[in-house]
């Protein structure tokens, strides 16, 4: 099967991150597309940067329905475009928060969620609340980190963020930590062994879940609300985007 794994913001260092983490879980007959759009913000950390995300994450879903996709997973915790993108896809397509706040249900009673900029807080809560999981959410934080920090060498973002989650289990009464960022993916397992809790990464949940889903043979409803879009004339610079009949 193949999967196509975007990254919504435009820096390939993070994307070529996630697609490694995403092969290493995935099982051998799992062809692995990692991805980011030709335009967009180098980084998300508003909703600003997400709704100019949205396009060029819509081009890459358009671009994998050409080329036979199995499933998408949207690798940015905001899960940007994720019903836009089910519209226009056959297979699944998950959200890497929406697949980690899921999985964190199933293994513990109450996970805390540790992002990078505090503003990104309200979104994270919003999407628990939409996917059910405020019962299950003990506490968003945030380690007033910048994205693209998690890029540089020699930063102290790893350190920043295993304190944090050190705070969240102390203070939350949390079991187990999800990540809230896709560029934290590669951290997953060394939080966890460091922490001794389990620590859920979005990035690799959602490569097992759209493998499972795709191996059951389920794919995107098209009937109702996540049906194909309607023929639509776009004009100026979303001219591309037409919809023919
Ligand atoms: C992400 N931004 O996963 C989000 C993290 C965030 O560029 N990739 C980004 O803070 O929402």
């Not at 879980?25 to 597309?33: D, F, N, R, S, Y």
């Not at 997973?73 to 890497?96: H, Q, T």
């Not at 059951?216 to 591309?240: F, I, N, V, Y």
Request: hydrophobic residues 45%; glycine residues 10%; negative net charge.
């Amino acid at each position: 099967m193949r999967i196509k794994i975007i990254n919504p913001n435009t820096t390939w260092s993070m994307t070529e991150k996630i697609g490694a983490c995403a092969r290493a879980v995935a099982h051998a007959g799992t062809e692995i597309i990692a991805v980011s759009p030709a335009m967009g913000p180098v980084s998300i950390e508003s909703h600003y940067d997400e709704a100019l995300a949205v396009p060029g994450l819509l081009q890459e879903i358009a671009a994998g329905e050409h080329d036979g996709v199995d499933g998408y997973v949207i690798a940015c915790f905001g899960d940007p475009g994720l019903k836009a993108a089910r519209e226009l896809a056959r297979g699944p397509v998950v959200g890497i928060a929406e697949a980690a706040m899921h999985l964190a249900s199933m293994i513990g009673s109450r996970f805390s969620v540790v992002t990078t900029l505090g503003r990104t807080i309200g979104q994270a809560w919003h999407l628990a609340e939409i996917y059910g999981m405020e019962r299950f959410c003990a506490n968003v934080r945030a380690c007033e980190l910048p994205v693209l920090e998690l890029e540089e060498p020699g930063s102290r973002a790893r350190e920043r963020i295993v304190e944090e989650c050190r705070r969240a289990l102390d203070e939350d009464g949390s079991d187990c930590i999800v990540l809230g960022c896709a560029g934290m993916t590669d951290l997953c397992e060394h939080i966890s062994e460091l922490l001794g809790v389990p620590v859920i990464d979005g990035v690799a949940a959602g490569t097992k879940l759209i493998e499972s889903l795709v191996a059951l043979k389920l794919q995107t409803s098209k009937r109702g609300e996540l049906a194909r879009p309607l023929p639509k004339t776009m004009k100026g610079a979303l001219e591309g985007f037409t919809l023919a009949g």
